[in-house]
């Protein structure tokens, strides 16, 4: 029994007329899609992820849950009422000022987030505004 190969004749040619090619509009179709897959999908979650490596960044070199945390003990482990009195008043001062910080580099990067999605289309709106001016 002889068997058959599609993709090659008898005479050793290469049959070409057997594969699809893509055309231009299916190729443009499918960059499309798998840029708005990657823009909207895979890197808003990469930015997510990015979010919250900088909250634990910044919470880890300012401090701010230990220092929750711990908030009612003394100053350097002064046992004494004006241990208590210090470390309280330093916390009472120093966490605003490190949730502040933390809460800036949250909304500053929720901001690019959002500009990050509101892009593609304001540049779309852009240009089809501009063949109408």
Do not use: C
């Not at 190729?27 to 890197?43: A, H, P, R, V």
């Amino acid at each position: 029994m002889e068997s058959k190969n599609l993709v090659m004749d008898n005479s050793g040619q290469q049959l070409l007329n057997e594969t699809k090619v893509d055309s231009y509009f299916e190729i443009f179709i499918n960059f499309l899609n798998e840029f708005l897959k990657w823009w909207y999908i895979q890197m808003p979650i990469w930015h997510i992820r990015m979010m919250k490596r900088i909250v634990l960044v910044l919470d880890d070199n300012l401090s701010f849950s230990l220092l929750f945390r711990n908030f009612f003990l003394p100053w350097h482990r002064d046992r004494s009422i004006m241990g208590y009195i210090v470390g309280i008043i330093s916390k009472l001062v120093y966490l605003p000022i490190a949730l502040s910080i933390i809460s800036t580099a949250i909304a500053v990067y929720t901001l690019f987030f959002f500009f990050w999605l509101l892009l593609p289309p304001s540049i779309l709106v852009f240009i089809i505004r501009s063949f109408w001016i």
